[in-house]
């Protein structure tokens, strides 16, 4: 079994300021993807940055990069710059390679911004 | 293109009443998947189909099923509903391509309120 920890419920963060989302996880398999998305409330679940097991090189997406790493079991999210649109709940998601494979979410993170 | 519609938005229903809940993919997106999500339990997996067979199933009782229409299209039906089952239900839908990852794109969601 797969399992995603987000043991931060809350974090607030200051417009043009960085800040970083912590996600463990834990499973068996060797390949796997590491996903973050993004749910604006009362709007729909984006997808913010993906990441490949096999890939050593952090994922980054404009402002949002991962720090991933693999013996740790642990897939961080750093905002640059956030912007007052950032706010939102913040998943962090894991899918083994493989048809068959579910994606498992964290329980999420709500993530504010003060202007 | 159109993204994934879900119909209908809000539902309230009554303890041991039934639900069917509508989704319809992105043109050309044969998989469907199917979310649970709720403040306690977070997002929790359901199941999914392609190309009208059901690919892969959560652990949820058979109270929920579902299934996919010839044209992707998908259901879910919930019976004798309860309490708990109150939630926001989320489809998300992807392409067949080749290979083990294909980005799934979400719905808006459906809000179920048992009372």
């Known amino acids: 079994a797969q399992t995603v920890t987000q043991s931060q419920p809350e974090m607030s963060v200051q417009e043009a300021e960085t800040v970083t989302l912590s996600c463990t996880y834990d499973t068996s398999e060797s390949d796997y993807y590491l996903f973050w998305y993004k749910q604006p409330p009362s709007r729909q679940m984006i997808l913010v940055i993906r990441?490949?097991?096999?890939?050593?090189q952090n994922a980054t997406e404009n402002r949002f990069s991962v720090n991933f790493q693999k013996a740790a079991k642990s897939f961080s999210l750093k905002i640059s710059d956030s912007q007052l649109g950032d706010a939102a709940m913040y998943f962090c998601?894991?899918?083994?390679?493989?048809?068959?494979?579910?994606?498992?979410f964290g329980k999420g993170i709500t993530l504010s911004v003060r202007p | 293109k159109a993204g994934v519609t879900q119909t209908p938005r809000y539902l309230i229903k009554t303890r041991g009443q039934q639900v069917t809940l509508s989704c319809s993919p992105i043109s050309g997106h044969r998989s469907v998947s199917w979310y649970q999500q709720t403040p306690g339990q977070g997002l929790q997996f359901l199941f999914e189909y392609f190309s009208e067979t059901q690919r892969n199933k959560g652990n949820f009782p058979g109270r929920f099923s579902g299934r996919q229409f010839s044209n992707s299209r998908s259901e879910m039906n919930v019976s004798t509903l309860e309490l708990g089952d109150s939630a926001l239900y989320l489809c998300a839908s992807s392409l067949p391509l080749a290979g083990d990852y294909n980005e799934q794109f979400f719905g808006p969601g459906t809000r179920l309120t048992v009372l």
């Open positions: 990441q490949e097991a096999y890939k050593q």
């Open positions: 998601a894991l899918k083994s390679t493989g048809a068959n494979s579910k994606l498992t």
